[in-house]
């Protein structure tokens, strides 16, 4: 059975940092490309963040460049986000998801799911 869970979420002030994680089983991790997709409340899924199989190229949307880092671990079949300097407009529900053989944006694509960790954003 194919699990991605996320953990790592919770409520920040702005400018503060956290670490989300997204532990995967059940399919050959280090075969996909892994990614990060949001769903801020009353909005649609957006894509934020993906790493390559090997872990040598990343991407990331032009929303969280330079404050975020994607990162995986294929060892221990873990994906991890690096949040940092979060704004309010962060606030959502973030996935993980595994996509074989495309790394790219379209997360209509990806093949498997976790069930989000909600990150919210507030003074």
């Known amino acids: 059975e194919v699990q991605l869970v996320e953990s790592g979420g919770g409520l920040v002030q702005p400018g503060e940092s956290l670490r989300l994680s997204c532990a995967a089983s059940g399919f050959t991790f280090s075969n996909y490309v892994m990614n990060w997709v949001r769903q801020a409340p009353g909005k649609g899924l957006e894509w934020v963040s993906s790493?390559?199989?090997?872990?040598?190229?990343?991407m990331y949307a032009d929303s969280v460049k330079g404050r975020f880092t994607i990162s995986r671990d294929n060892a221990n079949n873990t994906i991890y986000l690096q949040m940092n300097s979060l704004k309010p407009e962060d606030t959502a529900l973030y996935y993980c998801?595994?996509?074989?053989?495309?790394?790219?944006?379209?997360?209509?694509?990806?093949?498997?799911w976790g069930q989000g960790t909600q990150v919210t954003v507030s003074s």
């Open positions: 998801a595994a996509k074989y053989g495309f790394y790219g944006t379209d997360w209509s694509l990806y093949d498997y």
């Open positions: 790493i390559n199989e090997g872990g040598g190229t990343t």
